[in-house]
């Protein structure tokens, strides 16, 4: 299994990252974590427009999912022809929030590009090779989803965004990998059920037993390597930033 990091600024696009968007192969196989402004061009240099197998949206804040509106103009327009339906698995109105995205209506909207398929907490989905798990988080009042990917004994974890949460632990327990977010700064922002800290994350992962911790979804607003230090500090494994281009063999 690899993942590349095709995008991994949070919040808004930095001038060297897109949003969150990340790319998972396996045998073969293209699942894309997130679609957030700006991902669609960058996950060119890592994949063929049209060789994606599916996409798994972690919630619906634009910069999670809005460059799905892009990917349905180079679906939708393609001169060869559309392809057939990609599965699109999110949040319960995936569907209708990107149809006004684009201001069209809602019914077709995107459903002749995308195949829309709505996820529930602890869903277990078999994609391709990949057996993915889905649980809710921790992240205002938004259906929002952290990931497990499991194939071949490894397995990769992704918070989506979210505060402090047990479920995320659990989720994660034994991952070789793990890409949670950081976004904010411990001691500076203090608001509740929105994103974890540096120190936080950390926290996360080491009480879930992780192989690796990897932080992103940091804002450029954010001092990344402080987060990085108060991740280090309460983790004992291996931590680092997430940066645009790299990739992990699990």
């Given at each position: 299994?690899?993942?590349?990091?095709?995008?991994?600024?949070?919040?808004?696009?930095?001038?060297?990252?897109?949003?969150?968007?990340?790319?998972?192969?396996?045998?073969?196989?293209?699942?894309?974590?997130?679609?957030?402004?700006?991902?669609?061009?960058?996950?060119?240099?890592?994949?063929?427009?049209?060789?994606?197998?599916?996409?798994?949206?972690?919630?619906?804040?634009?910069?999670?999912?809005?460059?799905?509106?892009?990917?349905?103009?180079a679906r939708n327009y393609r001169v060869e022809g559309c392809p057939d339906p990609v599965p699109v698995y999110g949040p319960a109105g995936t569907a209708e929030r990107l149809a006004r995205a684009y201001d069209m209506p809602e019914k077709p909207g995107m459903t002749e590009v995308f195949d829309f398929r709505a996820?529930?907490?602890?869903?277990?989905?078999?994609?391709?090779?990949?057996?993915?798990?889905?649980?809710?988080?921790?992240?205002?009042?938004?259906?929002?989803?952290?990931?497990?990917?499991?194939?071949?004994?490894?397995?990769?974890?992704?918070?989506?965004?979210?505060?402090?949460?047990?479920?995320?632990?659990?989720?994660?327990?034994?991952?070789?990998?793990?890409?949670?977010?950081?976004?904010?700064?411990?001691?500076?922002?203090?608001?509740?059920?929105?994103?974890?800290?540096?120190?936080?994350?950390?926290?996360?992962?080491?009480?879930?037993?992780?192989?690796?911790?990897?932080?992103?979804?940091?804002?450029?607003?954010?001092?990344?390597?402080?987060?990085?230090?108060?991740?280090?500090?309460?983790?004992?494994?291996?931590?680092?930033?997430?940066?645009?281009?790299?990739?992990?063999?699990?």
């Open positions: 299994m690899k993942l590349t990091v095709v995008g991994c600024s949070g919040s808004f696009p930095s001038a060297d990252s897109p949003c969150s968007s990340y790319l998972v192969e396996a045998d073969g196989y293209r699942l894309v974590l997130d679609l957030g402004n700006g991902a669609l061009g960058a996950l060119q240099k890592y994949c063929g427009l049209y060789d994606v197998d599916a996409i798994l949206l972690s919630h619906l804040h634009a910069d999670h999912c809005v460059d799905l509106c892009a990917y349905w103009v996820l529930s907490d602890g869903a277990e989905l078999r994609l391709g090779p990949l057996t993915v798990t889905a649980v809710r988080v921790n992240h205002l009042d938004a259906e929002a989803y952290g990931f497990r990917i499991d194939h071949g004994g490894r397995s990769l974890v992704y918070s989506g965004d979210t505060g402090t949460c047990p479920e995320l632990v659990e989720l994660a327990r034994g991952a070789d990998l793990f890409l949670c977010e950081a976004a904010y700064t411990d001691g500076k922002e203090t608001f509740e059920s929105i994103h974890l800290n540096g120190t936080q994350a950390g926290e996360h992962a080491a009480a879930a037993g992780v192989g690796r911790l990897v932080l992103t979804h940091i804002p450029p607003w954010t001092d990344a390597e402080r987060n990085l230090r108060d991740a280090a500090a309460g983790y004992p494994g291996p931590v680092e930033l997430a940066r645009p281009g790299a990739v992990y063999e699990l």
